[in-house]
């Protein structure tokens, strides 16, 4: 969830941090460019970027990870620990809401039946990329705003 995240925000909290580009080998969950490893501290986020089994956000050490060489980038993360714990909540609601089974994921807006009736607010709509009354977007909205890059 933290790689979608990251990329909802168009931030990936790599400011001033460091940024290795080149030949990257990823063998039994250690990275090295060139050769060199990489050294990171216990549960450092980074991205990796090029990848084609690994692509995304990652914690130091992460041993789950496809042994693979390509050409491409690894960026250390400096993630806020409230954006670590928005990611969970995030989850969370996707993991309890998020299927199509769910009432809060239903395509209807009002449905109406033996003299009951019911309406949902509405947002932007869903299909085209924008937010929608139902996604994690619009739920989580004011917390994500004061992370998010233009």
Known sequence: ???????????????ECNKVMGKITI???????????????NGQYFRIIGSVFNDGVHQYPDFDMS?????????????PQEVVDLAED?????????????????????????????SKGTGASGPDGNESSNSWQSVFKSRLNMWRKL
Do not use: H, Q
């Open 1 to 15: 969830m933290l790689t979608l995240l990251c990329e909802y925000l168009r931030n990936w909290f790599d400011e």
């Open 27 to 41: 063998a039994d969950g250690a990275i090295s460019v060139r050769n060199t490893p990489i050294t990171m501290k």
């Open 67 to 79: 042994d693979e060489e390509f050409d491409g980038a690894v960026w250390e993360m400096k993630v």
């Open 90 to 118: 995030i989850s969370e609601w996707v993991e309890k809401y998020g299927s199509i089974d769910s009432p809060a994921m239903s395509p209807f807006n009002s449905e109406s039946f033996a003299g009951y009736s019911y």
